[in-house]
């Protein structure tokens, strides 16, 4: 029993719970991964779009009475706004680049790398391959492109 309770304990140190597993998946810890940090933004930066674009319905739809656009438009052309669009534009741009990789990945099977027979301390062979370089390769573009963007909207 307690040979059995201390397996059991090891076995479940490095598991996930239901909870952390499939009801809330960000919450999985996995050190060393830039995967996990892509997957995480992907989600976050794809509900901001949502958002923005629920936001954008509501805004256009003000356009019935010429007193409300006008109220509403001076309400956003506040600096508060602007670093609003500047958010919104971050994460467009991570969010279609980290598409345009997933997309090259899953569907066309670029950067998975050869099948291999897993040992531990288990390492994806994808993770190792041109799948990583392709992820660094969308974290560097999307913060160049997130930078000029700041620079075009705030130098004007």
């Given at each position: 029993?307690?040979?059995e309770e201390?397996?059991?304990g090891r076995?479940?140190?490095?598991m996930p719970?239901l909870l952390?597993?499939?009801l809330?998946?960000?919450?999985?810890?996995v050190?060393?991964?830039p995967?996990r940090l892509?997957?995480v933004l992907?989600?976050?930066?794809?509900?901001i779009i949502?958002a923005?674009?629920v936001?954008?319905i509501?805004?256009t739809s003000?356009?019935?009475d010429?007193?409300?656009?006008?109220?509403?438009m001076g309400?956003?052309?506040g600096?508060?706004?602007?670093?609003?669009?500047?958010?919104v534009?971050?994460?467009?741009?991570?969010h279609?680049?980290?598409?345009i990789r997933?997309i090259?990945?899953?569907?066309?099977?670029?950067?998975?790398?050869?099948?291999?027979r897993?040992?531990?301390?288990?390492?994806?062979?994808?993770?190792r391959?041109?799948?990583?370089?392709?992820?660094?390769l969308v974290f560097?573009l999307?913060?160049a492109?997130?930078?000029?963007?700041g620079?075009?909207?705030?130098?004007?």
């Open positions: 029993m307690a040979s201390r397996g059991r076995l479940l140190h490095n719970g952390q597993a499939s809330n998946p960000w919450l999985v810890r050190r060393n991964n995967e892509a997957f992907h989600r976050v930066t794809g509900v949502l923005y674009l936001a954008h509501f805004v003000a356009t019935v010429e007193a409300l656009w006008e109220s509403v309400a956003l052309s600096p508060l706004s602007r670093v609003g669009e500047w958010i534009a971050g994460a467009v741009i991570f279609g680049l980290n598409g997933l090259l990945v899953e569907f066309l099977g670029l950067g998975v790398g050869r099948p291999e897993p040992k531990p301390p288990y390492v994806p062979p994808s993770l391959s041109g799948q990583r370089k392709g992820l660094y560097a999307s913060l492109g997130w930078a000029l963007a620079v075009i909207m705030f130098a004007g």
